[in-house]
């Protein structure tokens, strides 16, 4: 039977799917095509393009490592493996609940037991990239708005906005105060979206924030949560770098801020943690929503099954989370380790003439070249940019790609290589530094 | 305080499917500690070959173990997040996939996206092929979880594509056309048709005919087919599967607008058991799909310790054809005693050859042809038997009386209750009802006959044993 076929160009797709919202087109991702091109090895390449435009925390792998040996029941369902059936059949949406009481307590630990957390508001999700999509399906519908500080982490053009339709509305920070949120921000922010008829349901921070390197300060925080129970919308803390910070003392989450006020008018708030970052297992998709909202717990959960931890992964954490000696152990070598990291990438920029914001947490430092460019726009950013990329073969991550509002402003990642790695990568730049300054000279001296 | 997608009913636990779930949460039958609970057959979980991946799990504890090639791939699997997913891996699904379609397809590991569960996969198409508040054609009855999965956070409206018992509820080219105009009537945009095949919940397999009627239909219209095929490999009677993508060659498709239309839906929660460990995927020709699929599939990617043992088992072909030949035979097993059980006491099912549950005709039990009364029924075999099945109603059935009864999650012991219970309460239902003619009769002059004797002559003898 012959059919009637049309032969258009082809089918359509969702606006969703031929939209450019995945945000794939960014200079942040032209970058990392140069590092796939020509990847730096120590032996192999060492001309090579060192990324250090990738915040992975690998400095704390031998530590994983040494518990798995000492601890092979823990990824292997024990010697009879009598424990499989059960594991492999686990699809509930609750999760395993000796892994939601290992979060809980781990997420305890890293705040230095100054605050609680309740298994039960526990809601597990494949990363914190689904935990923050899911969280702005739940709390925003399309076309409202989220209020986020610049600068931000890129992935949250795409994370939040995408499939969400949600807009996300900038507070600008700005150097002249290390990059904190001040009320009048927040109000112009604020008052910036509903000029264009949107509806603003809520602020998104993350603390320690990305890219800075900073923690939210305790006076900063409340004056947050006072704006957004003002406006009555919610606040979302995105607190994936929580275990990075290199004192402890010096992060303050807002759980606790919270737990200060006893939990009055909390249900507003809900934080984001994940284990990608502190404890380097990006590969695993361990991520959480924990909401003190009930309903948003409810509707998380059932959200969830979009985006279920596997269950195997989720046993293997449960036994690694909940040995307290190890945890305790952990979360201190970590810290230090990164904090020797960060003071080693600070003081080799500085020797090479360049300052850094003063940062006290995460796997990177907000870097300032903002003296070196030709112009003080973002063309004269990303020509700077192009030309670390090209010449000193780095692949750092542009201020503009989060958004910042001042140009010449870097993101530079110092824990997803080796010390020798770094070594070279601040011994290239100081050089660079180094021919570039005594070029300025020659032209000035002309 | 929320958006409307957190308030609305749309993520569809209202409905009797997960209510039945529910009440069995509350009181799980145990043989020994509560041999009076209830018994879950409303799960089509595939509990009947775990064994055989434990005894491989014992002779290669290096997998799990993070070991390779006397080195540890810890590291490197912990920081894998590529969205691409692990090469080996994609590679050892696509092989897999071409063994349980008999190799009569090639498959391409590019053209492969990993999601976490089918779930994932399904809902992901949707976000890429269709608007909010546009359609997917969907034939009844249909996997009650479709109506979150689909439309949820999509948007996606589903029409049906009414099935009926006239014909073993195959699709015709009419209920194509009916489902299409109804749309239409709703002014609504169709996007495209999604087939279950394997048939969740009938548990059968399409026919040829069957899938070229979806193809013709689907490029006149230029719209697209989700194939969803996560029950592939439990098919364990003829005839065999035809997988869509062996329709499209056959036919001489593979250069033709069609090949950029067709999309499948695979998992291995159905085939292997392992629901937990969330494994699913996209495969489609059609490049602007993958590509955006792709870029999806972060929301929910596979858990890269995940993909690496799966990645392990698959690889190993003597044991996996030794499992899929295995999971076969016990499957067949299972089915053959659920349904000459059933029919011992009158109840018959729709000819069957794959899935992990049977398709059963409950009409005759019913005090009226109404989803009213088959609610009732539900209810009762819940409440007074202990026993957890789906309703038809639940999978958007057009005729009230049917039901869907899972197999393969229960023990031999458990189904041998379950059926007993069941004999017991046939027995009363039809006792029932008899007293009930008979004292219709003492107040008439003309003989009825029963609904009972109805049930089981007439077009019954054309269904199953």
């Known amino acids: ?446 | 305080m929320l958006s409307k997608k957190a308030s609305v009913d749309s993520h569809g636990e209202e409905s009797s499917y997960f209510m039945g779930l529910q009440e069995y949460e509350k009181n799980p039958y145990d043989p020994v500690h509560n041999p009076s609970g209830i018994i879950q057959l409303g799960l089509a979980e595939n509990q009947l070959s775990m064994e055989l991946l434990e005894s491989w799990l014992e002779k290669n504890s290096d997998v799990t173990g993070f070991k390779e090639d006397g080195g540890s791939i810890f590291k490197e699997l912990a920081l894998f997040q590529d969205y691409h997913g692990l090469p080996t891996f994609k590679k050892e699904l696509a092989e897999f996939m071409e063994e349980i379609r008999g190799k009569r397809v090639r498959m391409d590991p590019n053209k492969v996206v990993l999601t976490a569960g089918s779930t994932s996969a399904n809902e992901t198409l949707m976000f890429c092929l269709a608007d909010a508040g546009d359609v997917f054609l969907i034939p009844t009855p249909y996997y009650p979880g479709y109506d979150r999965d689909l439309k949820w956070r999509t948007g996606v409206e589903i029409v049906p594509i009414q099935c009926t018992s006239s014909n073993y509820f195959r699709i015709t080219k009419f209920a194509l056309e009916e489902a299409y105009k109804q749309a239409q009537k709703q002014n609504l945009n169709v996007k495209g048709i999604l087939i279950t095949n394997p048939s969740n919940p009938l548990g059968t397999t399409m026919s040829k005919e069957e899938i070229d009627i979806v193809i013709n239909f689907c490029m006149t219209k230029l719209i697209h087919i989700v194939s969803d095929e996560i029950f592939s490999a439990t098919v364990f009677s003829s005839p065999k599967f035809v997988s869509i993508l062996e329709a499209l060659p056959e036919r001489n498709l593979q250069d033709s607008i069609a090949m950029n239309l067709v999309h499948v839906v695979y998992s291995l929660s159905k085939d292997l058991g392992l629901s937990g460990f969330r494994v699913g995927m996209i495969y489609s020709n059609n490049k602007m799909v993958i590509s955006a699929a792709t870029k999806m599939s972060s929301f929910g990617l596979i858990s890269s310790q995940t993909q690496h043992l799966i990645s392990n088992i698959l690889g190993d072909k003597k044991f996996m054809k030794y499992y899929m030949k295995e999971n076969a035979r016990r499957l067949k097993k299972r089915h053959e005693m659920l349904v000459s059980k059933l029919k011992r006491i009158g109840i018959r099912c729709l000819r069957s050859n794959a899935g992990l549950f049977c398709w059963v005709n409950m009409r005759h039990l019913l005090s009226c042809d109404t989803f009213e009364a088959e609610f009732e029924l539900w209810n009762k075999i819940l409440c007074n038997i202990k026993l957890n099945i789906s309703p038809g109603s639940s999978c958007h059935c057009s005729e009230p009386g049917w039901f869907r009864i899972c197999f393969a999650n229960v023990s031999e012991e458990m189904l041998q209750v379950s059926m007993q219970r069941m004999k017991v309460f046939v027995e009363t239902v039809i006792g029932d009802q008899i007293r009930h003619r008979n004292m219709q009769i003492s107040f008439s002059r003309k003989p009825l006959v029963t609904k009972w004797a109805f049930g089981l002559s007439s077009f019954d003898h054309q269904l199953d044993r």
């Open chain 1, 1 to 446: 039977m012959a059919i009637e076929i049309v032969q258009p160009s082809g089918v359509g797709l969702s606006k969703i799917a031929v939209s450019e919202t995945h945000g794939e087109n960014s200079p942040y991702f032209a970058g990392w095509k140069a590092y796939d091109e020509n990847p730096y090895h120590e032996k192999d390449n060492p001309s090579g393009v060192i990324q250090m435009g990738l915040a992975e925390n690998q400095v704390s792998f031998d530590l994983l490592e040494k518990y798995l040996e000492s601890n092979q029941e823990a990824a292997s369902w024990g010697k009879k493996v009598s424990g499989f059936k059960e594991n492999a059949l686990f699809q509930d949406y609750h999760g395993l609940l000796s892994f939601r009481k290992a979060m809980a307590s781990f997420m305890e630990k890293v705040r230095g037991g100054k605050a609680k957390f309740d298994p039960e508001r526990v809601v597990l999700t494949a990363g914190a990239t689904a935990a923050n999509e899911l969280l702005t399906f739940i709390l925003a519908d399309p076309g409202d708005a989220l209020l986020i500080p610049t600068p931000y982490y890129p992935g949250f053009d795409r994370d939040l906005r995408w499939r969400t339709g949600v807009e996300i509305v900038p507070i600008h920070c700005e150097s002249s105060n290390n990059f904190q949120i001040t009320p009048e921000a927040l109000e112009s922010a604020y008052d910036h979206a509903t000029s264009m008829n949107m509806k603003v349901r809520g602020v998104l921070i993350t603390n320690p924030s990305n890219p800075l390197g900073a923690t939210v300060q305790r006076k900063v925080l409340e004056e947050i949560l006072d704006f957004v129970t003002r406006k009555n919308i919610h606040l979302v803390s995105d607190e994936i770098y929580s275990g990075s910070v290199f004192h402890s003392h010096e992060f303050i989450s807002i759980a606790e801020i919270l737990e200060s006020r006893n939990h009055q008018d909390s249900e507003r708030c809900h934080i984001v943690y994940s284990l990608s970052k502190d404890l380097g297992l990006p590969g695993f998709r361990v991520g959480t929503v924990y909401s003190y909202n009930d309903q948003v717990v409810t509707t998380a959960r059932r959200m969830s099954s979009f985006t279920l931890i596997s269950s195997q992964t989720q046993l293997l954490l449960a036994t690694m989370l909940s040995d307290s000696e190890f945890t305790e152990k952990y979360i201190e070598i970590n810290r230090e380790r990164l904090r020797k990291r960060y003071e080693t990438i600070v003081d080799g920029l500085k020797r090479a003439g360049i300052e850094c914001l003063k940062g006290n947490a995460g796997l990177f430092c907000w870097m300032n070249l903002s003296p070196y460019l030709s112009e003080n726009t973002k063309s004269g950013e990303l020509e700077i940019w192009k030309t670390i990329m090209e010449e000193v073969r780095l692949n750092i991550s542009p201020g503009s790609s989060c958004r910042c509002s001042e140009a010449g402003w870097f993101r530079v990642c110092f824990a997803n290589m080796s010390e020798e790695t770094l070594e070279v990568a601040l011994l290239r730049l100081h050089e660079f530094m180094d021919t570039r300054r005594r070029e300025r000279n020659m032209l000035s001296v002309l």
